[in-house]
């Protein structure tokens, strides 16, 4: 069985300490998100880790499973929309100046992959497609690509900024020009045609990208568990 150690990471820009739970002794890195407002040993405890293990275990792949911060800022709705993406932008943030350069650091590499399924796809769909050159492979299984219905009639620029249906339209090609773009659904999955629209998005702006679409099952974890290690596979094999 694969190494698993917990930690807890401190972040100067939250002010606050997240968990980590790190899996394997060796590999590319993997930061990887769990469902909305799931704990940080989520896709551990719903053997999404577990689907790939003989990559952990040979040390092709790390996975990092870290904490989000969803109680604090989609779903908390005794705090006005405006802090909800305040708090969620702090999170991006905390990601990309803090998480992200300590785990460039610790494997000698540049660019990582981020992976997650349903909203811990969002989470990783919005991190790979905003900050494009520290992503190398973005695993978005069943995500959501909008955080308007969290926003009430709320907007300002980080919503569009943190709404990859809406800032992508407008991106430029080239820049996700070296990054392994997976899209996974379902023909039963209630995400399905957002993950449609994004990909005509992608395909629009001539961005290379996988779409994958499986038949008679549904959203939840057994889609996730099936199709996460045909995607590893590809390319940690």
């Excluded at 929309?81 to 100046?97: H, P, T, V």
């Excluded at 549904?218 to 390319?235: C, E, N, T, Y």
Aim: proline content about 4%; charged content about 20%; some cysteine.
């Amino acid at each position: 069985m694969p190494r698993i150690e917990h930690t807890d990471f401190y972040s100067h820009i939250l002010g606050t300490s997240l968990k980590v739970e790190v899996t394997g002794h060796f590999g590319y890195p993997i930061l990887m998100f769990p469902t909305s407002q799931g704990q940080y040993t989520q896709n551990h405890d719903f053997k999404l880790n577990e689907s790939i293990n003989s990559f952990v275990e040979e040390g092709k792949v790390k996975l990092y499973n870290i904490e989000t911060i969803d109680n604090y800022s989609f779903y908390d709705k005794n705090i006005p929309a405006s802090e909800r993406i305040r708090n969620y932008e702090l999170y991006m943030q905390f990601l990309i100046q803090e998480f992200v350069p300590y785990l460039q650091s610790l494997h000698s590499e540049h660019r990582i992959a981020v992976a997650g399924a349903s909203f811990g796809g969002y989470h990783a769909a919005n991190f790979a497609l905003r900050f494009p050159d520290v992503v190398s492979h973005m695993f978005c299984l069943s995500g959501a690509f909008s955080i308007r219905n969290f926003m009430e009639d709320f907007t300002n620029d980080l919503v569009y900024f943190n709404c990859p249906r809406e800032f992508m339209v407008h991106e430029e090609a080239w820049k996700f020009n070296h990054m392994h773009i997976v899209l996974s659904t379902s023909d039963e999955d209630i995400c399905l045609t957002q993950t449609r629209e994004m990909a005509d998005i992608l395909t629009s702006k001539g961005i290379n990208h996988w779409y994958d679409e499986r038949k008679w099952i549904s959203h939840d974890w057994p889609l996730w568990r099936m199709v996460f290690p045909i995607f590893a596979g590809r390319f940690f094999g």
